[in-house]
């Protein structure tokens, strides 16, 4: 069974432009969690979706979004970069939408504004 | 006040050695409780979930559950260098099932 696969692993944007990056959950998986993790720093929660609805958000702002689409695979956005959006960016799926919750995390998108 | 407390460490233990994590959260309402292992530039893993009170056994790791004390703690017996990793506790929150994360233990396990 494949496992959550992310998309692309690696990019290198300039301050200003648009990013989109995407992730394909485990198969039968319908709940989709995005993370960004700094150097030394704990996954923060961006957004988390499930059917095609966004059910959690973080506390980010709006130049970070999401989607969902009806084979549960997840895109985020991140509109007008600035430099402090350099991260690893983590999506993780789960099986149950509620419940135990156990997140299984794709690779990663590595991301570098420069 | 932060949810979900980890000490960041780093934590040294000898090879061979039991390590000891610690984990605190605030809700009293928590429901279940993970344990994920993240080594430098990989995505986190899962070790271990508990959702009931006393202690949960999978191979050398060992996860303590204590709700009255609201606190969660993961043992690994006969520590390997290859345990050397930063290890992430998360807490199901009552409300809406999201995951709450503590910014995680670097352990180093010295051969």
């Known amino acids: 069974k494949a496992g959550v696969t992310q998309t692309p692993r690696y990019l290198i944007k300039t301050r200003g432009q648009q990013v989109t990056l995407s992730c394909s959950p485990i198969?039968?998986?319908?709940?989709v969690s995005w993370y960004q993790q700094t150097p030394g720093q704990g996954l923060q929660f961006l957004f988390e979706?499930?059917?095609?609805?966004?059910?959690n958000k973080g506390n980010f702002p709006g130049r970070f979004s999401g989607r969902q689409f009806s084979n549960s695979r997840s895109e985020m956005n991140v509109s007008t970069l600035e430099l402090g959006d350099s991260a690893l960016y983590l999506c993780?799926?789960?099986?149950?939408?509620?419940?135990?919750?156990?997140?299984?995390f794709g690779a990663g998108t590595r991301l570098s504004v420069l | 006040q932060k949810e979900v407390e980890q000490n960041s460490g780093p934590l040294s233990v000898p090879e061979g050695a039991i390590a000891s994590l610690n984990c605190t959260y605030s809700?009293?309402?928590?429901?279940?409780f993970f344990w994920y292992r993240q080594y430098s530039g990989k995505s986190p893993e899962l070790i271990m979930f508990?959702?009931s009170n006393g202690d949960k056994e999978d191979g050398r790791f060992t996860a303590q559950l204590n709700k009255a004390s609201q606190y969660v703690s993961l043992l690994i017996r006969d520590s390997q260098p290859s345990d050397s990793a930063t290890y992430l506790c998360?807490?199901?929150?009552?409300?809406?099932?999201?995951?709450?994360w503590g910014a995680g233990t670097k352990l180093i396990i010295k051969p």
């Open positions: 998360a807490v199901t929150h009552v409300s809406n099932y999201q995951l709450i």
């Open positions: 979706y499930f059917s095609e609805t966004q059910r």
């Open positions: 198969s039968g998986h319908r709940s």
């Open positions: 993780a799926s789960s099986l149950i939408g509620q419940g135990e919750n156990i997140q299984y």
């Open positions: 809700d009293r309402g928590s429901q279940s």
């Open positions: 508990i959702y």
